[in-house]
């Protein structure tokens, strides 16, 4: 089917963030992209707000169709209000296409409102564009190594967007007219009562950070003066954490030390892991200590922008072109002396 002749009506889906009081980083990112393929499209915009109060998040929003889905029940991320009120903004917009910001709370209500409405659904969407035959929507396969492009016939088309992919939207001034959609809801089963959440400096993967931190087998191996540190490499990389704000990632060698209730570094897990059978996170900045930068690692770094490394071998895999810097040092040396001159800024 030609989908350039056909008319889409474009609906971003917004909410708010645990505060309340401002919209979701993630959501932000939505708008952009909303804007931009409006923009590219010369299509119609709707901005959809799911929220306790509509009326303070929509503040400097675009000048655009806003429509809102508002009151306590919207407050907290529960499956059955979500569900209903994106439904509602959906149909209230007559939304062909809905981007969707990932995250915890949208991601798990999209593909039950998509079905909802007959539509399709793809996750992980990284760019938008019009193509010759209509929409068409790239994401990644196999651990990022495989780019696809999707057009899909179905409508609506929800596109759950991967965080990172595009600059939050920056309220500006004024408050844009709101319409707000009723919702019908169904009889709740489910009472949010609180959010239990590890505490920050526990949550050692944050893929909002600027920079990511790689921890190698090296910390765990014996040292130059022929003993392990394990104790102390614990520390002084749980202290380089806290004070960058950095997320920690790990080679493969290193978290599968790990296993069989073995913790060798207690706050790593699987989940830390980078690499092919991995994670491919996207920050500004990346770090790598004591990690000796073998291929099926690197790739994961595929999303780093500027790497550098500290490895006490001159021949590593990051000197071989895979890193942009890499100091030639031991990084018990270089992290202490780091955390020491990190402490002083504070
Ligand atoms: C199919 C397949 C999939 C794989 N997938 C992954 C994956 O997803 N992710 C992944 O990481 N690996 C993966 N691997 C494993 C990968 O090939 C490497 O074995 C692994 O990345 C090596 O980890 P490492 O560099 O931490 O350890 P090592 O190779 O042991 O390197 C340790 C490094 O630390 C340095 N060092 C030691 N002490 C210090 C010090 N004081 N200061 C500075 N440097 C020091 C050493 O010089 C050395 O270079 C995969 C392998 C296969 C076959």
Redesign the pocket.
């Known amino acids: 089917m030609d989908r350039s002749r056909i008319v889409e009506s474009i609906l971003v889906l917004t909410h708010a963030d645990e505060t309340g009081s401002a919209l979701s980083k993630a959501s932000l990112e939505a708008i952009t992209a909303g804007q931009d393929l409006a923009a590219r499209t010369r299509e119609t915009l709707t901005i959809g707000i799911v929220a306790a109060d509509a009326t303070t998040l929509s503040k400097g929003l675009p000048s655009t169709k806003l429509l809102a889905v508002s009151g306590e029940a919207f407050a907290q991320p529960r499956y059955a209000t979500d569900a209903a009120a994106c439904e509602a903004l959906c149909r209230a917009a007559g939304a062909s296409i809905v981007l969707v910001p990932a995250g915890a709370r949208f991601s798990r209500v999209a593909a039950g409102v998509a079905y909802r409405l007959g539509g399709a659904i793809d996750t992980h969407i990284t760019a938008i564009h019009a193509g010759a035959d209509g929409l068409e929507a790239n994401r990644w396969f196999y651990r990022q190594r495989v780019e696809a492009v999707l057009t899909r016939d179905a409508r609506p088309w929800f596109l759950v967007l991967d965080a990172g992919t595009h600059a939050p939207f920056v309220p500006g001034e004024g408050s844009p007219q709101i319409e707000t959609v009723a919702v019908h809801l169904p009889a709740l089963r489910t009472t949010v009562t609180r959010i239990q959440s590890p505490k920050q400096d526990e949550q050692t993967i944050r893929p909002d950070a600027k920079m990511l931190f790689v921890t190698?087998?090296?910390w765990t191996?014996k040292?130059p003066d022929g003993q392990t540190h394990v104790d102390e490499a614990g520390n002084l990389i749980l202290a380089f954490l806290r004070a960058t704000g950095a997320s920690l990632g790990s080679?493969?060698?290193?978290v599968d030390q790990g296993g069989d209730g073995n913790s060798v570094l207690p706050f790593l897990t699987h989940m830390n892991?980078?690499?092919?059978?991995?994670a491919t996170p996207r920050h500004a900045k990346g770090l790598s200590?004591?990690?000796?930068?073998?291929e099926?690692?690197v790739v994961?770094w595929r999303f780093i922008a500027d790497r550098r490394a500290?490895?006490?071998?001159a021949n590593?895999g990051w000197t071989r072109g895979k890193a942009d810097v890499v100091y030639v040092?031991?990084?018990?040396q270089v992290i202490a002396k780091l955390n020491e001159l990190l402490a002083k800024e504070k």
Do not use: N, R, V
């Open positions: 190698g087998a090296g191996k040292q080679s493969k060698s290193l892991q980078i690499g092919q059978t991995g200590t004591c990690c000796h930068g073998e099926p690692h994961g500290i490895s006490l071998d590593c040092a031991d990084a018990f």
